[in-house]
């Protein structure tokens, strides 16, 4: 590619911009990550080769902590014959691999129950193939009996932005200024934008920022509509509401990353760096509850998993004869999950759908569920990092790495 020559997303957005004018931002999100050429459909974005790392490329326990939440779901449903996991933007479907590698140690009527369904309109899975593992680009029309989980989901969701300028709400557009790729304030595209801030009794003031998701209520509205009956776990970073509009975010919470550091113009590198901006968990709520799915508790990563009994595994890595690297490398990576400073601040929203909730396991209700796990432990082998997950000690102390 000539210096001159813009990337195929970036160029489809001044293509869009020149026949229409300027766009939202949420337009321009959606052509920058899933569009032609977009972001999301580059083939490694997440790990060591991309941009940014997730829980489940941090350590498979992330995984197998899952997998124990699901079998026991299936048990207070009643066992059924049929467990279905919807997981909407499971892009590589590493955590769906983490998941179903672990099924097998558990119950094996849970593990021939459980079907895995990837929805992801942007796929990256280069693994074989699994029996019980499907792709879809869309929420499949059977009601579903089971579980829907999503990790950073909705955190990638186009955003509408806006500001407060003269005391009135304006939209922030994308426009061009000569050959560059430039703000413009509006009229908001669309009454839903002032209309959400409302209903969450949120007021900008002036000079202030921010991001309001649309497309992220419409999207879990959709998922909690096609859950006959059962769960979602959304795990995410962002807030309620009252913290996300606060005066410590008014600069907003959109958010770019490039080459593991975080980026300022949201404007560069389009369709080659991502974007993300913090989930409104009240906007979240409110969808499902409307489709009948209320919450049942929002907490933190690090709490959900230590209720897990992330310890127990902590414990049974110590006992564990490795050499000494590698149980460094593994340690470091499970308490970067459970850390508040790390992975362990994102937060976790349960909500159930005609589905038994106050013995869920996550909610660390239950002293003889983590006894049960302890005995069972034994039994199950330990979850160690594999080449397919990202080796974070190595990352944060390159010395550490192995030569050649």
Request: hydrophobic share 45%; charged share 20%.
């Amino acid at each position: 590619m000539s210096s001159t020559e813009k990337p195929p997303a970036e160029r489809a957005v001044r293509d869009r911009i020149r026949a229409s004018g300027p766009i939202t931002f949420a337009e321009f999100m959606t052509l920058a990550l899933y569009g032609d050429g977009g972001y999301y459909r580059s083939p490694a974005p997440i790990g060591e080769a991309g941009d940014y790392y997730t829980s489940p490329v941090a350590h498979p326990l992330f995984g197998t902590l899952l997998a124990l939440q699901l079998e026991q779901m299936w048990r207070l449903l009643g066992a059924p014959p049929r467990f279905d996991v919807l997981e909407p933007g499971a892009g590589d479907a590493r955590l769906a691999r983490d998941i179903l590698a672990y099924a097998p140690y558990l119950d094996p009527a849970f593990a021939a129950a459980l079907h895995y369904t990837c929805l992801d309109p942007c796929p990256r899975d280069s693994g074989p193939p699994l029996p019980n593992l499907s792709w879809a680009s869309d929420i499949p029309h059977a009601p579903v009996t089971g579980c829907i989980v999503s990790n950073e989901f909705f955190d990638a969701l186009p955003v509408h932005r806006v500001a407060v300028a003269g005391g009135a709400l304006q939209e922030i557009y994308v426009t061009l200024d000569g050959d560059r790729l430039a703000e413009s304030l509006g009229d908001p595209s669309t009454p839903a934008l002032a209309e959400r801030l409302a209903a969450e009794g949120i007021r900008l003031q002036e000079g202030w920022r921010a991001e309001i998701c649309l497309a992220a209520s419409h999207a879990m509205q959709r998922l909690a509509r096609a859950l006959h009956r059962g769960y979602i776990l959304t795990i995410d970073y962002g807030d309620m509401a009252e913290a996300l509009y606060a005066a410590a975010r008014r600069h907003g919470t959109l958010a770019c990353a490039f080459r593991h550091a975080s980026q300022q113009d949201a404007l560069a590198r389009v369709g080659r760096q991502d974007i993300t901006a913090h989930a409104d968990f009240t906007a979240l709520i409110a969808a499902a509850r409307d489709a009948g799915a209320p919450p049942v508790v929002l907490f933190t990563q690090g709490e959900f998993l230590r209720n897990l009994g992330a310890q127990h595994f902590l414990d049974a890595l110590s006992a564990q004869r490795l050499p000494a690297l590698d149980l460094q490398a593994n340690r470091f990576a499970i308490r970067d999950l459970l850390r508040g400073d790390g992975l362990g601040n994102f937060r976790v929203l349960v909500q159930a759908k005609d589905a038994p909730a106050r013995e869920l396991a996550c909610l660390g209700n239950d002293p003889e569920w983590l006894d049960a796990l302890r005995r069972r432990l034994p039994a199950f082998p330990l979850p160690l990092l594999t080449p397919r997950h990202m080796c974070l000690l190595e990352g944060r102390y390159p010395h550490l790495a192995a030569p050649g």
